[in-house]
């Protein structure tokens, strides 16, 4: 049996193109539907990028926050910046007293970001105003430091609203 064949210049044009044009609909449709599906479950932010972000060992960053003052770590779950936070710790325990702050003043909105006096616990804000580490906004409920029992640190940067579930390690 002889496969069908285009006789017209003008078919043997026209097909290829409209049978590839229905492929990529095909295929646009079929990804679309992917993706309407990932975006629409209740962990969408966890579903594509994880809401922990494991900075290391607590003896480490003490040390370093000790010699250098907090610090800014960007926006770790999106590129907006606008979850910027500041990583401090005070006394002389590694694995007591760990704070987050985000990184704007208390009394000003998020646009405000501040910039870190180096080798200091201060900051200036886009004031200009210097300001000190406490007086940076406050996070979420829910973002927090995590200190495991072997001396590990994890942010969980995931605000208590958003959380499908929340799992706080027992020591």
């Known amino acids: 049996m002889r496969r069908p064949e285009l006789r017209t210049p003008l078919a043997r044009a026209v097909v290829p193109v409209i049978a590839g044009i229905g492929f990529f609909v095909v295929l646009g449709l079929f990804l679309?539907?992917?993706?309407?599906?990932?975006?629409?479950?209740?962990?969408?932010?966890?579903?594509?990028?994880?809401?922990?972000?494991?900075i290391g060992?607590?003896?480490?960053?003490?040390?370093?926050?000790?010699?250098?003052?907090?610090?800014?770590?960007?926006?770790?779950?999106?590129?907006?910046?606008?979850?910027t936070i500041v990583l401090d710790h005070t006394g002389d325990d590694p694995e007591a007293n760990w704070k987050i702050y985000m990184a704007y003043p208390a009394d000003r909105?998020?646009?405000?970001?501040?910039?870190?006096?180096?080798?200091?616990?201060?900051?200036?804000?886009?004031?200009?105003?210097?300001?000190?580490?406490?007086?940076?906004?406050?996070?979420?409920?829910g973002v927090r430091p995590i200190v495991y029992p072997d001396g590990g640190l994890t942010l969980d940067l995931l605000p208590e609203s958003a959380e499908p579930t929340a799992t706080v390690p027992t020591s």
């Open 57 to 83: 060992n607590t003896k480490t960053y003490a040390t370093i926050i000790a010699e250098e003052g907090p610090i800014i770590l960007p926006d770790l779950l999106q590129a907006s910046g606008r979850r």
């Open 109 to 141: 909105e998020v646009a405000c970001k501040v910039t870190q006096i180096e080798l200091t616990r201060t900051f200036t804000d886009c004031d200009g105003r210097t300001i000190a580490v406490e007086d940076l906004a406050l996070p979420p409920a």
């Open 32 to 54: 679309w539907g992917i993706a309407a599906y990932i975006s629409g479950t209740d962990e969408q932010s966890t579903a594509l990028a994880p809401s922990t972000a494991d």
